[in-house]
């Protein structure tokens, strides 16, 4: 069965810049979670998707970054403009959505905001 | 207070050693715990769910302690392939909103 995957793997930027990842989940899973991950630190979670509609964004810094999974399968997390402590590995996770089944990680996506 | 404390480590131990990790949770409201592994520059897997009457899994031991809020991990016989940060991460709904620690580095030398 495949995993999450997530693309890029890496992404540099300067900061003030733009940019974006994707994500798509394992097939069927109606939940899905972006989580920034800072070196030395725990995922800490920056927003959560039932199906396209948004269940938990209290975490998100929404003056730069938004999220979006308008069909309900793929989601694009995009930073704008960046930050040099936006640097941290950015995290997607799947879930079914039933009971106590398990988040499934994908890969992440490494930024280096310099 | 943070969600979940645990210590960093690094905790370097030799092949065969027993292992323990702690660590505690602020929210009385936390309904399902966990514990992740994760190798380096990889992503975080499920290494096991923490239930209250404990739980085992080979080598590997889980304990939950509602009253003081502490969970812990204990792993005998230590390989080297167990090298890796370990998790603990909590939940006030299932395995929905997930908590996570710092992370415990673990280190298995020869």
């Known amino acids: 069965e495949a995993g999450v995957a997530q693309s890029p793997r890496y992404k540099i930027i300067e900061k003030r810049q733009s940019v974006a990842f994707w994500c798509n989940p394992i097939?069927?899973?109606?939940?899905l979670y972006w989580y920034q991950q800072i070196l030395g630190q725990g995922p800490k979670l920056l927003i959560q998707f039932q199906n396209n509609g948004v269940v938990d964004d209290s975490q998100l810094p929404k003056d730069r970054f938004s999220a979006e999974r308008l069909k309900g399968v793929d989601s694009t997390l995009k930073i704008q403009p960046a930050k040099l402590e936006d640097s941290a590995v950015y995290l997607c996770a799947s879930r079914e959505g039933t009971g106590t089944d398990t988040q499934y990680f994908g890969p992440g996506t490494r930024l280096t905001v310099l | 207070r943070k969600e979940v404390e645990q210590d960093p480590g690094p905790f370097n131990v030799p092949e065969g050693a027993t292992v323990a990790f702690n660590c505690t949770y602020s929210n009385s409201a936390s309904q399902s715990f966990f514990w992740y592994r994760q190798d380096c520059r990889k992503e975080p897997k499920l290494l096991m769910s923490?239930?209250?009457s404990g739980n085992e899994d080979g080598r590997f031991t889980a304990q939950l302690n509602r009253a003081s809020q502490y969970i812990s991990l204990l792993i005998r016989d230590s390989k080297l392939s167990d090298s890796a940060t370990y998790l603990c991460v909590v939940s006030q709904t299932g395995a929905n909103n997930l908590f996570f620690g710092t992370g415990t580095r673990l280190t298995v030398i020869p």
């Open positions: 097939s069927g899973h109606a939940t």
């Open positions: 923490v239930y209250s």
